[in-house]
């Protein structure tokens, strides 16, 4: 299953906003280097959808803001 996200680095807080099923808003407090904002999308969203952090990949967008994700299937989202 696909969803998209919305980056915004250096927010104030660690944060996911659902907007739909399949679009979600993930702010992280990290800066956008050496994809270390990505790493943390990827912790942020395995948390908040329950499973595991190898499970999770970004199919489109590694330096952009928006984001294409990979996650499984069989994943009811949020």
Known sequence: ???NIKVTA????????KK???EF???VTIAPEKGKANKKV???????????????SIERGHTS??????????????
């Open 20 to 22: 739909s099923d399949s």
């Open 10 to 17: 250096n927010a104030a807080k660690n944060e996911i906003i």
């Open 25 to 27: 808003v993930v702010k």
């Open 65 to 78: 803001s928006r984001k294409t994700i990979r996650i499984p299937d069989t994943k009811r989202v949020g």
């Open 42 to 56: 990827i912790a942020l969203l395995s948390d908040f959808l329950e499973i595991k952090i190898s499970d999770i």
């Open 1 to 3: 299953m696909l969803i």
